[in-house]
């Protein structure tokens, strides 16, 4: 027998101790000092966090998805109702703001930590504040990687990816916020968690060999008159077309580009999935308005998704990076298996 072949038990006990001991390394109590490079900065925890303050819904659900909910002070910037399950905890928590909250509010709250969940709010030209103004007064950030991984948030209104988001920076963001609290256990076990939901949901979608299915997904409108915000290549509904083998008939690396609705007339999805939100920044927040619109207008209401009702509406804040990404893959593969191409 090949001595490389007699190798082989030993190498592959060796990988396994190796791949134990990290995943047993990353479950530890957390070593104060600890810093972590977060979005171009490094950032140093002395001890963990007892007072956080949350610019952005994705951030908020986050931390109550890992038990940190008694040390969440104060909420901002949310799109849609928090999760059935941390209504309870929700309820206590005072909301700084529906939309963006002034600086001096935030710093109100006497933070230990501010956890954003867009740039724009809290970052080099923050319409909240920079992290500088926050960290001369003592007071540690971190956004989640999601919205700094792979993406220049320079360009475009909300920024342009380089590579497709995927789940791994969502899951790093969860890790991350888990050992800053001093649970890595926690982080751990949330997403091996989602982790296995979202296997499944691509699993079930792959098994259904729709064959080419196209979709567009539409987020708002600055007015119901102008080209739509809609998904481009590279996001978040991008990932879960691409995971769930469907076709994105937006070819923009923008997060969320403006595209005219004859342009996505002659592309002529066979999907159209549209956002449903509380916030009411843009006329066309309101899903009604947009249902209303899809049915009235000359050019959107000729496209096959719109006579053949193959309309999704999906939560809002799931299009954008959080811990509802999942849980929108597992609606879209249950949409899929009920969706019906003989028309159209």
């Known amino acids: 027998m090949r001595r490389d072949l007699l190798m082989l038990p030993r190498f592959i006990a060796i990988a396994t101790f190796g791949v134990l001991a990290a995943v047993s390394a990353s479950s530890q109590a957390t070593t104060y000092p600890l810093t972590l490079e977060n979005c171009g900065r490094e950032v140093t925890f002395d001890a963990a966090p007892q007072r956080d303050v949350t610019v952005g819904q994705a951030a908020t659900e986050i931390l109550y998805a890992l038990g940190f909910a008694d040390r969440v002070v ?58 500088d103004m926050f960290h001369d007064l003592g007071v540690a950030t ?10 220049d948030n320079s360009v475009g209104v909300d920024g342009t990816r380089s590579a497709m988001f995927d789940t791994d920076a969502l899951y790093r963001g969860i890790r991350e916020l888990a050992r800053v609290h001093d649970a890595p256990k926690a982080g751990e076990k949330l997403v091996d968690e989602l982790r296995a939901r979202e296997t499944a949901a691509i699993e079930k979608s792959r098994s259904l060999d729709l064959g080419d299915v196209s979709a567009v997904f539409w987020f708002s409108s600055a007015e119901m ?45 066979d999907l159209i999935v549209i956002a449903e939100m509380d916030r009411r920044r843009f ?3 309101d899903v009604e308005k947009k249902l209303e619109f899809l049915r009235t207008d000359p050019v959107a209401s000729q496209l096959d998704a719109v006579k053949h009702d193959r309309i999704v509406v999906m939560d809002a804040h799931a299009m954008d990076p959080s811990i509802r990404n999942v849980g929108a893959l597992e609606r879209l593969a249950d949409e899929l298996e009920t969706l019906d191409l003989s028309d159209g």
Request: proline share 9%; net charge negative; glycine share 8%.
């Open 225 to 269: 008159d102008v080209d739509p915000y809609v998904a481009g290549r590279k996001g978040v509904p991008a990932y879960m077309m691409e995971q769930l083998g469907i076709r994105n008939v937006i070819e923009s690396d923008e997060e969320w580009p403006t595209v005219g609705w004859e342009t996505i007339a002659q592309a002529n999805p």
């Open 74 to 131: 104060g909420t901002s910037v949310w799109f849609n109702p928090v999760l059935d399950e941390f209504e309870a905890v929700n309820e206590g928590i005072e909301r700084l703001a529906d939309n963006d909250p002034s600086f001096e509010s935030v710093v109100a709250k006497r933070p230990d930590l501010v956890a954003i969940q867009y740039e724009w709010h809290v970052g080099p030209e923050g319409i909240v504040g920079t992290r």
């Open 142 to 151: 971190y956004v989640l990687p999601t919205d700094c991984v792979n993406k």
């Open 283 to 285: 006329p066309a927040d």
